[in-house]
């Protein structure tokens, strides 16, 4: 029976039950019944009986197979999340700098994100997966332009924006990716429209995006890189504020340094469980 595909199995165990409930209900009937008029009536009470309890039996089968069916979606999507979480892995062993950056301007993304008013649990996925892959595309960057310790000169910068590129044409290839690719495409975009690729300006530019530019600038800035040192905090929260409307939208400007103790804190947990 479990080899049957869910519809012939529905549909053969309904004929199965229906066919042993009609015969031996008029079994019954014959033997228990002799009065034409009780037995019309009988018979009446005996289809309703069969409607009610097929009606029962449908329900627990289907009921069954779409448990079994999201069950096995589930196991579907969470082997996608490994394979993403697989292919940050890879770019870390490449780019060893930024190991914990992309764990934390995920976690603190999906804070402001939760802050900004956004909670349905499907849009916070897809925020979620766009940042974990936010830098995908620098997989087809060389190394000498991508860990290259001094400034990149403009032909060195000009490759380098080209990951944008590179990473929403990988995102977007895959169907249940696609949603995700805002971010990759479009978190190098500024507020005043001079970012890149494509030089969006202000809310043109997807939210996922904006949300994400805000942060990641804030995490490149509080931690040390290979041309820089950590910029202490307050410097860091003031940056923020000096870009607003310039780089970043100035509503989540705002949102974020207004909040920021409770981001901050947010962030510190959600790292310990994940260390858990």
């Not at 199995?9 to 042993?20: D, K, W």
């Not at 228990?32 to 009536?41: A, G, H, N």
């Not at 897809?126 to 892959?133: D, N, P, V, Y």
């Not at 409307?245 to 207004?258: A, E, S, T």
Request: hydrophobic content about 45%.
């Amino acid at each position: 029976m479990r080899m049957l595909r869910p519809q012939w199995r529905i549909v053969l165990l309904y004929l199965v039950a229906g066919s042993l409930w009609i015969f031996f209900s008029d079994l019954l009937v014959a033997q228990l019944v002799r009065d034409p008029v009780w037995i019309l009536r009988v018979q009446s009470i005996k289809g309703w009986l069969f409607i009610l309890i097929t009606a029962a039996l449908l329900f627990v089968l289907i009921r069954r197979d779409l448990n079994r069916m999201r069950a096995a979606n589930q196991a579907l999507v969470e082997s996608y999340d490994q394979t993403i979480r697989g292919w940050v892995r890879v770019m870390d062993l490449r780019h060893k700098e930024t190991r914990d950056h992309t764990r934390r301007v995920t976690l603190m993304t999906l804070a402001l994100a939760r802050r900004a008013g956004i909670d349905d649990a499907g849009q916070l996925k897809q925020i979620e997966r766009g940042a974990l892959l936010h830098d995908i595309g620098k997989i087809g960057i060389p190394d000498a332009i991508l860990i290259k310790p001094g400034k990149l000169d403009a032909q060195e910068w000009q490759q380098m924006q080209q990951h944008v590129t590179i990473g929403h044409r990988l995102v977007s290839d895959i169907a249940f990716l696609r949603p995700c690719a805002d971010i990759p495409h479009y978190h190098h975009e500024k507020w005043d429209g001079s970012g890149y690729p494509e030089g969006l300006q202000g809310e043109a530019i997807p939210l996922a995006a904006r949300l994400f530019a805000l942060v990641d600038v804030w995490d490149a800035l509080s931690h040390p890189r290979v041309y820089k040192a950590a910029w202490p905090e307050p410097e860091v929260l003031s940056y923020l504020a000096e870009h607003s409307g310039r780089h970043f939208d100035p509503q989540l400007v705002k949102l974020f340094i207004n909040h920021y103790p409770d981001l901050k804190a947010e962030l510190a947990t959600a790292l310990a469980q994940q260390a858990d």
